[in-house]
Nanobody, 130 residues
Framework: QVQLVESGPGLVKPSQTLSLTCTVS??????????WSWIRQPPGKGLEWMGA???????YYSPSLKSRTSISRDTSKNQFTLQLGSVTPEDTAKYYC??????????????????????WGQGTQVTVSS
């Protein structure tokens, strides 16, 4: 049974870099056609796709966040990581990692529905405040 678990700080100061890790157990992040996304949900708003890393290591980013977002992976630990720079209070949200199965061509919705992904982590709340 594959499970995703997010980890990282719950509180980040403005202008700092937020770093979150998703640890995957029960399956490899390099398995063909599985893509691993970071998705967030600000209070009172819908889901926002931030970016993804594919089974092959290719990264995709939301155009609105691309300038300050980086996603990487450590295949030896079966983890992938989100870094979001220059955070502001508007980055306060619940952050999720999620898995999607898709053969090429790959597409990611900027405002996904929950059922576009077959597996989700439990989410981790991040607050940006001084």
């Amino acid at each position: 049974q594959v499970q995703l678990v997010e980890s990282g700080p719950g509180l980040v100061k403005p202008s700092q870099t937020l770093s979150l890790t998703c640890t995957v157990s029960g399956g490899s992040i390099t398995t063909n056609y599985f893509h691993w996304s970071w998705i967030r949900q600000p209070p009172g708003k819908g889901l926002e796709w931030m970016g993804a890393i594919t089974y092959g290591g290719t990264t995709y980013y939301s155009p609105s966040l691309k300038s300050r977002t980086s996603i990487s992976r450590d295949t030896s630990k079966n983890q992938f990581t989100l870094q979001l720079g220059s955070v502001t209070p508007e980055d306060t949200a619940k952050y999720y990692c999620a898995r999607k199965y898709k053969r090429p061509p790959i597409r990611f919705s900027l405002a996904p529905s929950h059922d576009e992904y077959d597996l989700w982590g439990q989410g981790t709340q991040v607050t940006v405040s001084s």
